[in-house]
Every structure is written in C-alpha cells, then in structure tokens.
C-alpha cells in the first residue's frame, strides 16, 4: 500500500528496477581526461552487477531470517562496528534545564565511548504522571549549520511537537554540527584517503551515538522501552535508516530523504551531493537497499520530495518497490509506506504531518489527522531566522571553556575502528600465519578478486612491443618497452616498472641500480595512470569515492591491473623467465600487492615506500588496517626475493623477523641509502 500528499507527475518517476540511463543525474559526466568515460562505464556496469543481487535466491521469509544473522554482522563491519563496540558507561550529564509552554527541555550530554561526547536536548512533556511510561522519539538531525550551538537547535519545533504530544524526545547533535565540531567530509574535500584503509566512515559514528542514546533513553523510568521511533531528515534521514537497521528496539523509522541507491550514487553521480557520513563502505557488494531492509517487518515510513536532487525519484520509486516486495514476504506490506511531497530537499507541512501520524498511529494506536504540525516553527531567511528557543540556550556546553578538554570527537576518526596489531610469526608458524592474513585480506579487502586474476588480452600492438592491454572489461592497461636501458635479445629478467598515480617520469634513476644487462624493461601504466587518467576534483573525488560504493578501491583495481600485465608479460616470453615487479614510492606498495596475489611474480624490486597505509602517499585498499599494515604484506612475499632501496632501515625490521620466519633471510636485502648510512 502507498499513500500520495500530493500528486507526483508520471513523468518525474521512472517506474520499475532496471536500467537506470533515464534516472536524474546530479551533473554532467566529466569528459576532460582521456579515462573519463572508460572509468565512468566501469563502474556503471559494476554498479548494475550489485544492484541487480537484492532479493536474488530469498523467496520467503523465512530464507531471509536465516540469512538475517550474516547480514547484520557484515553490515556493522561494514559501519566500522563489528566487533561491536562495548556498552560503556554514558555518564550522561544533564548542564541545564529549559521550561517551555507545555513542554521542558533538558540539555544533556552522554558519552558514547570514552571521551566521545554527544550533545543533544532531551524535550520532555510538563507534567508526567508518577510510574508512567511514555513513548520516545530519537531525532537525529540533518546538515543544518547553527555553529557553536550545534544543529540540534534548528529543529527544535520537532521536540517541542512530540514533548507536548505525550512522547519523550532525544535529539542529537551530528558529529560534524554538534558542539564539539568535528569532520564529515573526509574523502569528500579533506584527502583522508586512509579513512578507506581504516574502515572508518562517519556513519558508524553516527549509528552508535543513535544506538547509545537509545540505551539512554531506555534507562529512564519514563520511557516505554517498546515504544522508540527514529526520525530525521537528509543526514538524519540516513541516519534513520543506520540506526533503526542495527537497532531492532527501533519500534518505528520514519526517514526523510535519506537514501537512494547504487544505480543514483554512482552512474548518476548523485554521490557527489553527498558527504562521507552518507555512506557505508560496501565491503559485502550489497545492493544499498539491503540497509534499508533489514528493518522489515517493523513499521517504516519511506519519506521524499519530487524534487530532490540528491534523493533523485527514480532512486525513490526503486527503493520503496523494494521495500514493498521484501515487506510482502512478511504479509506486512501495510507496515511499510511512502510519503512524496512537491517540492526540493526540506520539510514541509505535508512531510511533518505524515511523520508525526505514522509515529503516532504504531506508537500510540491513535491514527487521527495531525492539524498543529506548524506550530513552533523555525522561520526567516538563513542569516535572520527566528526561532521558538534562542539557539545559544539549548547548549550543552553554555561557553568554550565547558567544552572537556579530553575530548576525542575532533580526532575520532584516528581511533573509532581499532588497527590490526600484527606480530610476526614465530619459525615454523610462517605458513599458517600467511594464510590467515590473505584468508581475511580476501574476505574484506580484496574481495572481488577471482580465485586467480587472468592475464590480460591484448588489444592493441601500438609499436613492436608496446602494447594496450584489456585488464578487465572496458578497462585498459598500458605497457611500454624501455630501450633506453639497453636490453639485450635474449631475456634473463623482464622488469616490469609501475608507474604511480602521481609520476611524471617512466624511468626514474634509481632504475639504473636495478638493471642488469640481459634484462627486459617494461613500463606499466594502470588504470588512471597517463594515457588513462580521469578527471579529479577536490571537491567532490567522484571516481575514489565510487569505488568503495561498489566494495572497492582505486588502487585494488590497480593491483588487479599489474597482475594481469605481468602475467601478460610471463606468457610473452619463455616460462623460465621470472617477471619482477618494480616501483617507487606508492607505486612499490602496489608491486608489493600484485606479488601477493600472483605466485609467479619472481620478485620485487622498491624504492622509498611509504610503509604504513596511514601514509599519505601509501596507496589505499578497504578495510587493509583492519587486517594488516604495508610491513606484514612486505613479509608475506616470502621466500620471493624482496630488495627495498631507501632509508627505512628502523621500520624494515618486522619485514627481516617475518623473512627469518619463513627460513629466506637471505633473499630479502634491504640498501639504505648513503645518507642513512652515515647516521
């Protein structure tokens, strides 16, 4: 069943779930790079794989409960959550208290972890009855800017609507808009391209901060534990869709334009609307709807405006007929709904009213008309807007110097997904050691890496033996013979050069300390390196930040590409011929990596790597911290012969310990330069 405020014209919707080249694209394709549109069908093709998975296999109910288990543990992974943090104590502080007409309003701060602050207000009916239990509200608030203040404070008609309709309401401060600010926008503007390594993504912070405030909520005498309902909009609307997915004493979820899907994020370029605190790291290749679905068979009020553009109708027509078929499995089918108001991406009469009705019939049995949804407003224009409760009252923290100077909100992303902590293996133990490394590296960072990447497929012979290479479908690789060097007819080696992303040189001089006469000298350049580079803007980092939408990483793919080139490369010449991988700075690290995955590699030859994926310039690959570090991989290429040029003498230490291990000191060699030494 699905009910209209308003009428929508058909032409704004394009029905049913397939194709999505006529859905609404947030901006122009770029076309300024030679790789833009190679890059671009990619990931609309890879995008299509996933979205066309949701429900594949689950016929009933019942194969859906049984899968139920596996997909929220791979969902709080996915979150940076899994392990699930423990219950800590939230040391929730009330600093002040507001009287209102009909209503009162506390300022409350809890901890979610230690020394993770949230600040939020907690409205609350005038007079409540001894003993009684009142149903409650979580609103977790969208992407307003009130500053100081926190963006609480600019949607507080909200909490002041449920306090005076009997309902206890907690709303929360974002990290990033709350009171101790904080960052969203980490691959969005700010370069934190380890965020991908580390597994981190705002969204877990801001589900476990719902979810605690839920565990707060719950210790209150007043509150019904079995009547919560979660709502927000935009950013809360995503966050809506976080928390009631982890949090089954979510009773009801009312998001508003809060989610859209994969074929919208990616091929339509709508993510480029978005900040980081928008998304999961798609580490399973889950069709996006799939978090939404694991609220069913609870009451869930799918909210949108026809308008939208970072919440698109074509995305919103899927998502609900999505909902609508897992939903009939239950037989629950009027337990979900849609709401499409006319108009852009904000509240209107139409969106508050049918929030508060849905709530109001699941929470309390009451499903009459709301007639005083508009009371209470925020009202005026952005820089003049006046408000029912001064913003400045509704703090936490009244000044500056009541912020807790041991706060970790401003650097929680350093901390909120703990590192793997790798000890070497003890002699003996090298084998089963590796194996349980490259087991969980391919579960969670390499997953969608065949059992044994191909060679590539040559395409072109551009000169005698250069050459373009198919490494994927639709995806090129470049390789270039190097003459320079003077490689004699009959192969000993071939030496295969990656380029970086970032290089402007073929060959760099310490090539030269590598080359052996006899050796062939190949240059590789992977996908969005030269001939094949896309375009790159800062804001928004479209093509990074896909990847990981579609559960991978620039950089996976270019390891996927130095694999196929080299065993390209192997299957060139006679097979007694050892192919050795070769790089300097990020691009060692990705020799490194395709030597892992491809038994044939012979060796590897770096220098100057940067050697901890925390490293700016260290490539980056999903989830990889939470597994390993870049000296754990540099060991794992044992008893291949691994030669590091460059001054890491102190932080190569491991990688000699991990070599003993596996009983091949000998082949790893490690020459600092002269300056290191000198010291």
């Not at 009933?60 to 791979?74: G, I, T």
């Not at 997904?417 to 070497?424: C, F, K, S, T």
């Not at 062939?520 to 803007?537: E, F, I, L, N, S």
Request: charged content about 20%.
């Amino acid at each position: 069943m699905r009910y209209w405020y308003l009428a929508v014209l058909a032409s704004v919707i394009t029905f049913g779930d397939g194709s999505t080249a006529q859905g609404q694209a947030y901006s122009p394709p770029d076309r300024d790079e030679p790789g833009d549109e190679m890059i671009q069908e990619y990931l609309s093709c890879e995008t299509q794989k996933i979205h066309n998975c949701f429900l594949r296999g689950v016929e009933s109910a019942e194969n859906w409960e049984k899968l139920r288990p596996k997909y929220k543990q791979e969902y709080f992974y996915m979150l940076g959550l899994w392990p699930l943090p423990s219950k800590t104590p939230l040391k929730a502080t009330i600093t002040g208290t507001l009287q209102g007409d009909g209503y009162v309003v506390d300022m409350l701060g809890y901890q979610s972890q230690p020394r993770l602050y949230v600040t939020a207000n907690l409205y609350r009916p005038t007079n409540i009855k001894e003993g009684e239990r009142l149903p409650a509200v979580l609103y977790v608030c969208g992407h307003s800017r009130r500053g100081r203040n926190g963006n609480k404070t600019a949607y507080q008609s909200h909490g002041i609507w449920f306090a005076r309709h009997g309902y206890i309401c907690l709303m929360l401060d974002t990290l990033q808009l709350g009171e101790i600010a904080a960052i969203h926008h980490g691959t969005y503007r700010q370069s934190r391209w380890w965020w991908h390594s580390r597994g981190y993504t705002p969204a877990g912070v801001e589900c476990l901060n719902g979810m605690r405030g839920i565990d707060y909520l719950i210790s209150r005498a007043d509150v019904d534990p079995k009547r919560i309902a979660v709502t927000g909009i935009s950013g809360g609307g995503a966050a809506t869709f976080w928390i009631a997915a982890a949090d089954e004493r979510v009773k009801v979820a009312v998001p508003v334009s809060g989610m859209a899907d994969l074929p919208s994020y990616v091929p339509n370029r709508v993510i480029n609307g978005h900040c980081d605190c928008m998304f999961l790291y798609n580490t399973f290749q889950w069709p996006w709807t799939r978090i939404a679905a694991l609220v069913v068979p609870r009451p869930l009020l799918f909210v949108n405006s026809d308008h939208d553009r970072i919440f698109p109708m074509d995305a919103n027509q899927r998502v609900i007929n999505r909902l609508e078929q897992i939903y009939s499995l239950y037989g629950a089918g009027d337990f979900v709904d849609s709401v499409v108001s006319i108009g852009g991406h904000a509240y209107r009469q139409d969106i508050r009213q049918a929030a508060y009705r849905f709530i109001n019939i699941h929470l309390k049995n009451d499903a009459s008309v709301v007639n005083d949804s508009e009371a209470d407003l925020v009202t005026g224009p952005r820089n003049n807007q006046l408000h029912p409760i001064e913003p400045n009252r509704l703090r936490v923290f009244p000044d500056d110097s009541d912020i807790p100077g041991d706060e970790l909100n401003t650097t929680i992303d350093e901390h909120f997904v703990p590192a793997a902590r790798v000890e070497p293996p003890r002699k003996g133990e090298y084998d089963a050691w590796r194996a349980a490394i490259l087991a969980e590296l391919r579960r969670v960072t390499f997953r969608y890496f065949p059992e044994r990447i191909p060679s590539a497929r040559l395409l072109e012979q551009v000169q005698p033996d250069d050459a373009r290479l198919a490494s994927e479908p639709g995806l090129e690789v470049r390789l270039q013979y190097v003459t320079a060097l003077e490689s004699t007819k009959d192969a000993k080696r071939i030496l295969m050069i990656v380029r970086g992303p970032n290089s402007t040189e073929c060959v760099s001089d310490w090539i030269h300390r590598v080359y052996k006469p006899g050796d062939h000298v190949y240059v590789c350049a992977p996908r969005g390196v030269d001939q094949t580079r896309w375009t790159r803007k800062n804001p928004p980092n479209y093509v990074e930040r896909c990847h990981v939408l579609i559960g991978r990483t620039v950089d996976t793919g270019r390891v996927w590409d130095i694999v196929a080139a080299a065993r390209y490369l192997q299957g060139k010449y006679n097979e007694d011929i050892g192919v050795y991988v070769l790089g300097e700075g990020t691009a060692g690290v990705l020799a490194a990596y395709a030597a892992l995955w491809e038994p044939e590699i012979a060796g590897v030859l770096l220098n100057k790597p940067p050697l901890s994926h925390m490293n700016t310039e260290a490539p980056q690959f999903l989830n990889v911290l939470r597994v390993c570090d870049v000296p754990d991989v540099l060991g794992m290429l044992a008893p291949r012969a691994l030669t590091i040029y460059g001054n890491h003498s102190e932080h190569l230490r491991k990688v000699a310990e991990i070599y003993a291990a596996a009983g091949a000191s000998t082949k790893f060699v490690h020459k600092p330069d002269k300056a290191d030494q000198m010291r």
